[in-house]
């Protein structure tokens, strides 16, 4: 069988603020995982020092395969490690996603994270954190 190593999955990252703003997309494979880990430390650089949060789009995204999720906690350690405090995944409801999500994105020390239906939802909780999003 021919291994071809393609990324499936797409992302793209941008910083407003404190707060690292990533949208995903498509089925992840380990591939896209190590794409992703790899772009978003470096994005994440200039918040390091002080507190900043994650407001994360995951409609678009559909679930990723097992290979990712070592990836993906190991991502979600650093973070924490280097000042993450709070994580707003907006998407609509699905009980596959929140499953999956539980799953790679674990609470630890003082990180939390919460889960809405809508951006404007999520954007609030993030404010009323201390954490505004500008566009």
């Not at 070592?70 to 490690?81: D, H, R």
């Not at 596959?96 to 809405?116: I, M, P, S, W």
Request: aromatic share 10%; net charge negative; proline share 3%.
């Amino acid at each position: 069988m021919l291994q071809t190593n393609l990324q499936h999955g797409e992302f793209d990252i941008k910083i407003s603020g404190q707060v690292l703003v990533a949208s995903l997309a498509g089925s992840w494979n380990e591939e896209a995982a190590h794409a992703f880990d790899r772009e978003f430390r470096l994005a994440a650089e200039p918040l390091l020092g002080a507190p900043w949060a994650h407001l994360v789009y995951l409609d678009d995204w559909s679930l990723g395969v097992p290979e990712m999720k070592p990836v993906i906690e190991q991502l979600v350690v650093w973070c924490c490690e280097h000042g993450l405090k709070r994580a707003a995944q907006v998407y609509s409801a699905s009980m596959l996603k929140t499953l999956q999500l539980q799953d790679l994105v674990v609470e630890q020390g003082d990180f939390q994270r919460r889960a809405f239906a809508t951006e404007q939802q999520a954007l609030q909780w993030l404010r009323a954190e201390g954490y505004d999003v500008a566009y």
